[in-house]
């Protein structure tokens, strides 16, 4: 089942999700629940940084803890699922929209390496080295039209989203991105 759509629009909140460390560690989180040691491994970094971003994102909601796999102190850390939803930026602050643009980067980045890694890896992936899709379209769209086709691309991600335990045994992960913005034309891009 889809989780409802949930606009952030507190700030501190967006500076929480947009922050460099974070977004790694929810990188990692996509791969399942992980303790802060195990994380910091991964990372390179501290258990004391990773013990306090993990703790900072679970004030804002993005991750909880999982109770169940913890070990006398050791805290475990599962991502929340939600269809996270930023303002228009009609609505949005100037502190909005700095945090968000940086957030788009550090994202754009991250998918850059993604693909680097995947490219790098495909001669040993074996069925998977074909698996990679790509498309590119020019739609004509007013912007509710714009809107009604992302919310039925997310409809559609969501119907191609089993649970870990529902997925079939030669599954994996899956990233998956889609960017749609306006052309701008030549007059627009010399104003």
């Known amino acids: 089942m889809a989780p409802e759509p949930q606009e952030i629009t507190d700030v501190e909140a967006l500076r929480a999700l947009a922050h460099?460390?974070?977004?790694?560690?929810?990188?990692?989180?996509?791969?399942?629940?992980?303790?802060?040691?195990a994380l910091?491994?991964?990372?390179?970094e501290s258990t004391g940084l990773t013990s306090?971003?993990?703790?900072?994102m679970a004030k804002h909601g993005f991750i909880e803890e999982v109770p169940e796999l913890a070990k006398g102190r050791e805290r475990w850390w599962?991502?929340?699922?939600?269809?996270r939803r930023f303002p228009p930026y009609s609505r949005q602050t100037p502190e909005m929209r700095e945090v968000l643009t940086q957030m788009h980067r550090l994202n754009f980045a991250e998918l850059v390496e993604n693909v680097r890694q995947f490219e790098d890896a495909r001669d040993a992936l074996g069925p998977w080295a074909d698996a990679a899709i790509f498309s590119r379209a020019t739609l004509r769209l007013d912007p509710d039209?714009?809107?009604?086709?992302f919310e039925e691309y997310i409809?559609?991600?969501?119907?191609?989203?089993p649970s870990q335990e529902e997925a079939a045994p030669d599954a994996r992960a899956v990233l998956v991105h889609l960017l749609g913005f306006p052309e701008i034309s030549r007059e627009e891009s010399t104003r």
């Open 52 to 56: 306090y971003h993990l703790r900072q």
């Open 78 to 83: 599962r991502a929340v699922p939600r269809d």
């Open 155 to 161: 409809a559609l991600i969501h119907r191609y989203s």
């Open 40 to 44: 910091a491994r991964e990372l390179g």
């Open 145 to 149: 039209r714009l809107r009604e086709f």
């Open 20 to 37: 460099p460390m974070r977004q790694k560690i929810e990188q990692c989180l996509r791969k399942g629940p992980v303790n802060s040691a």
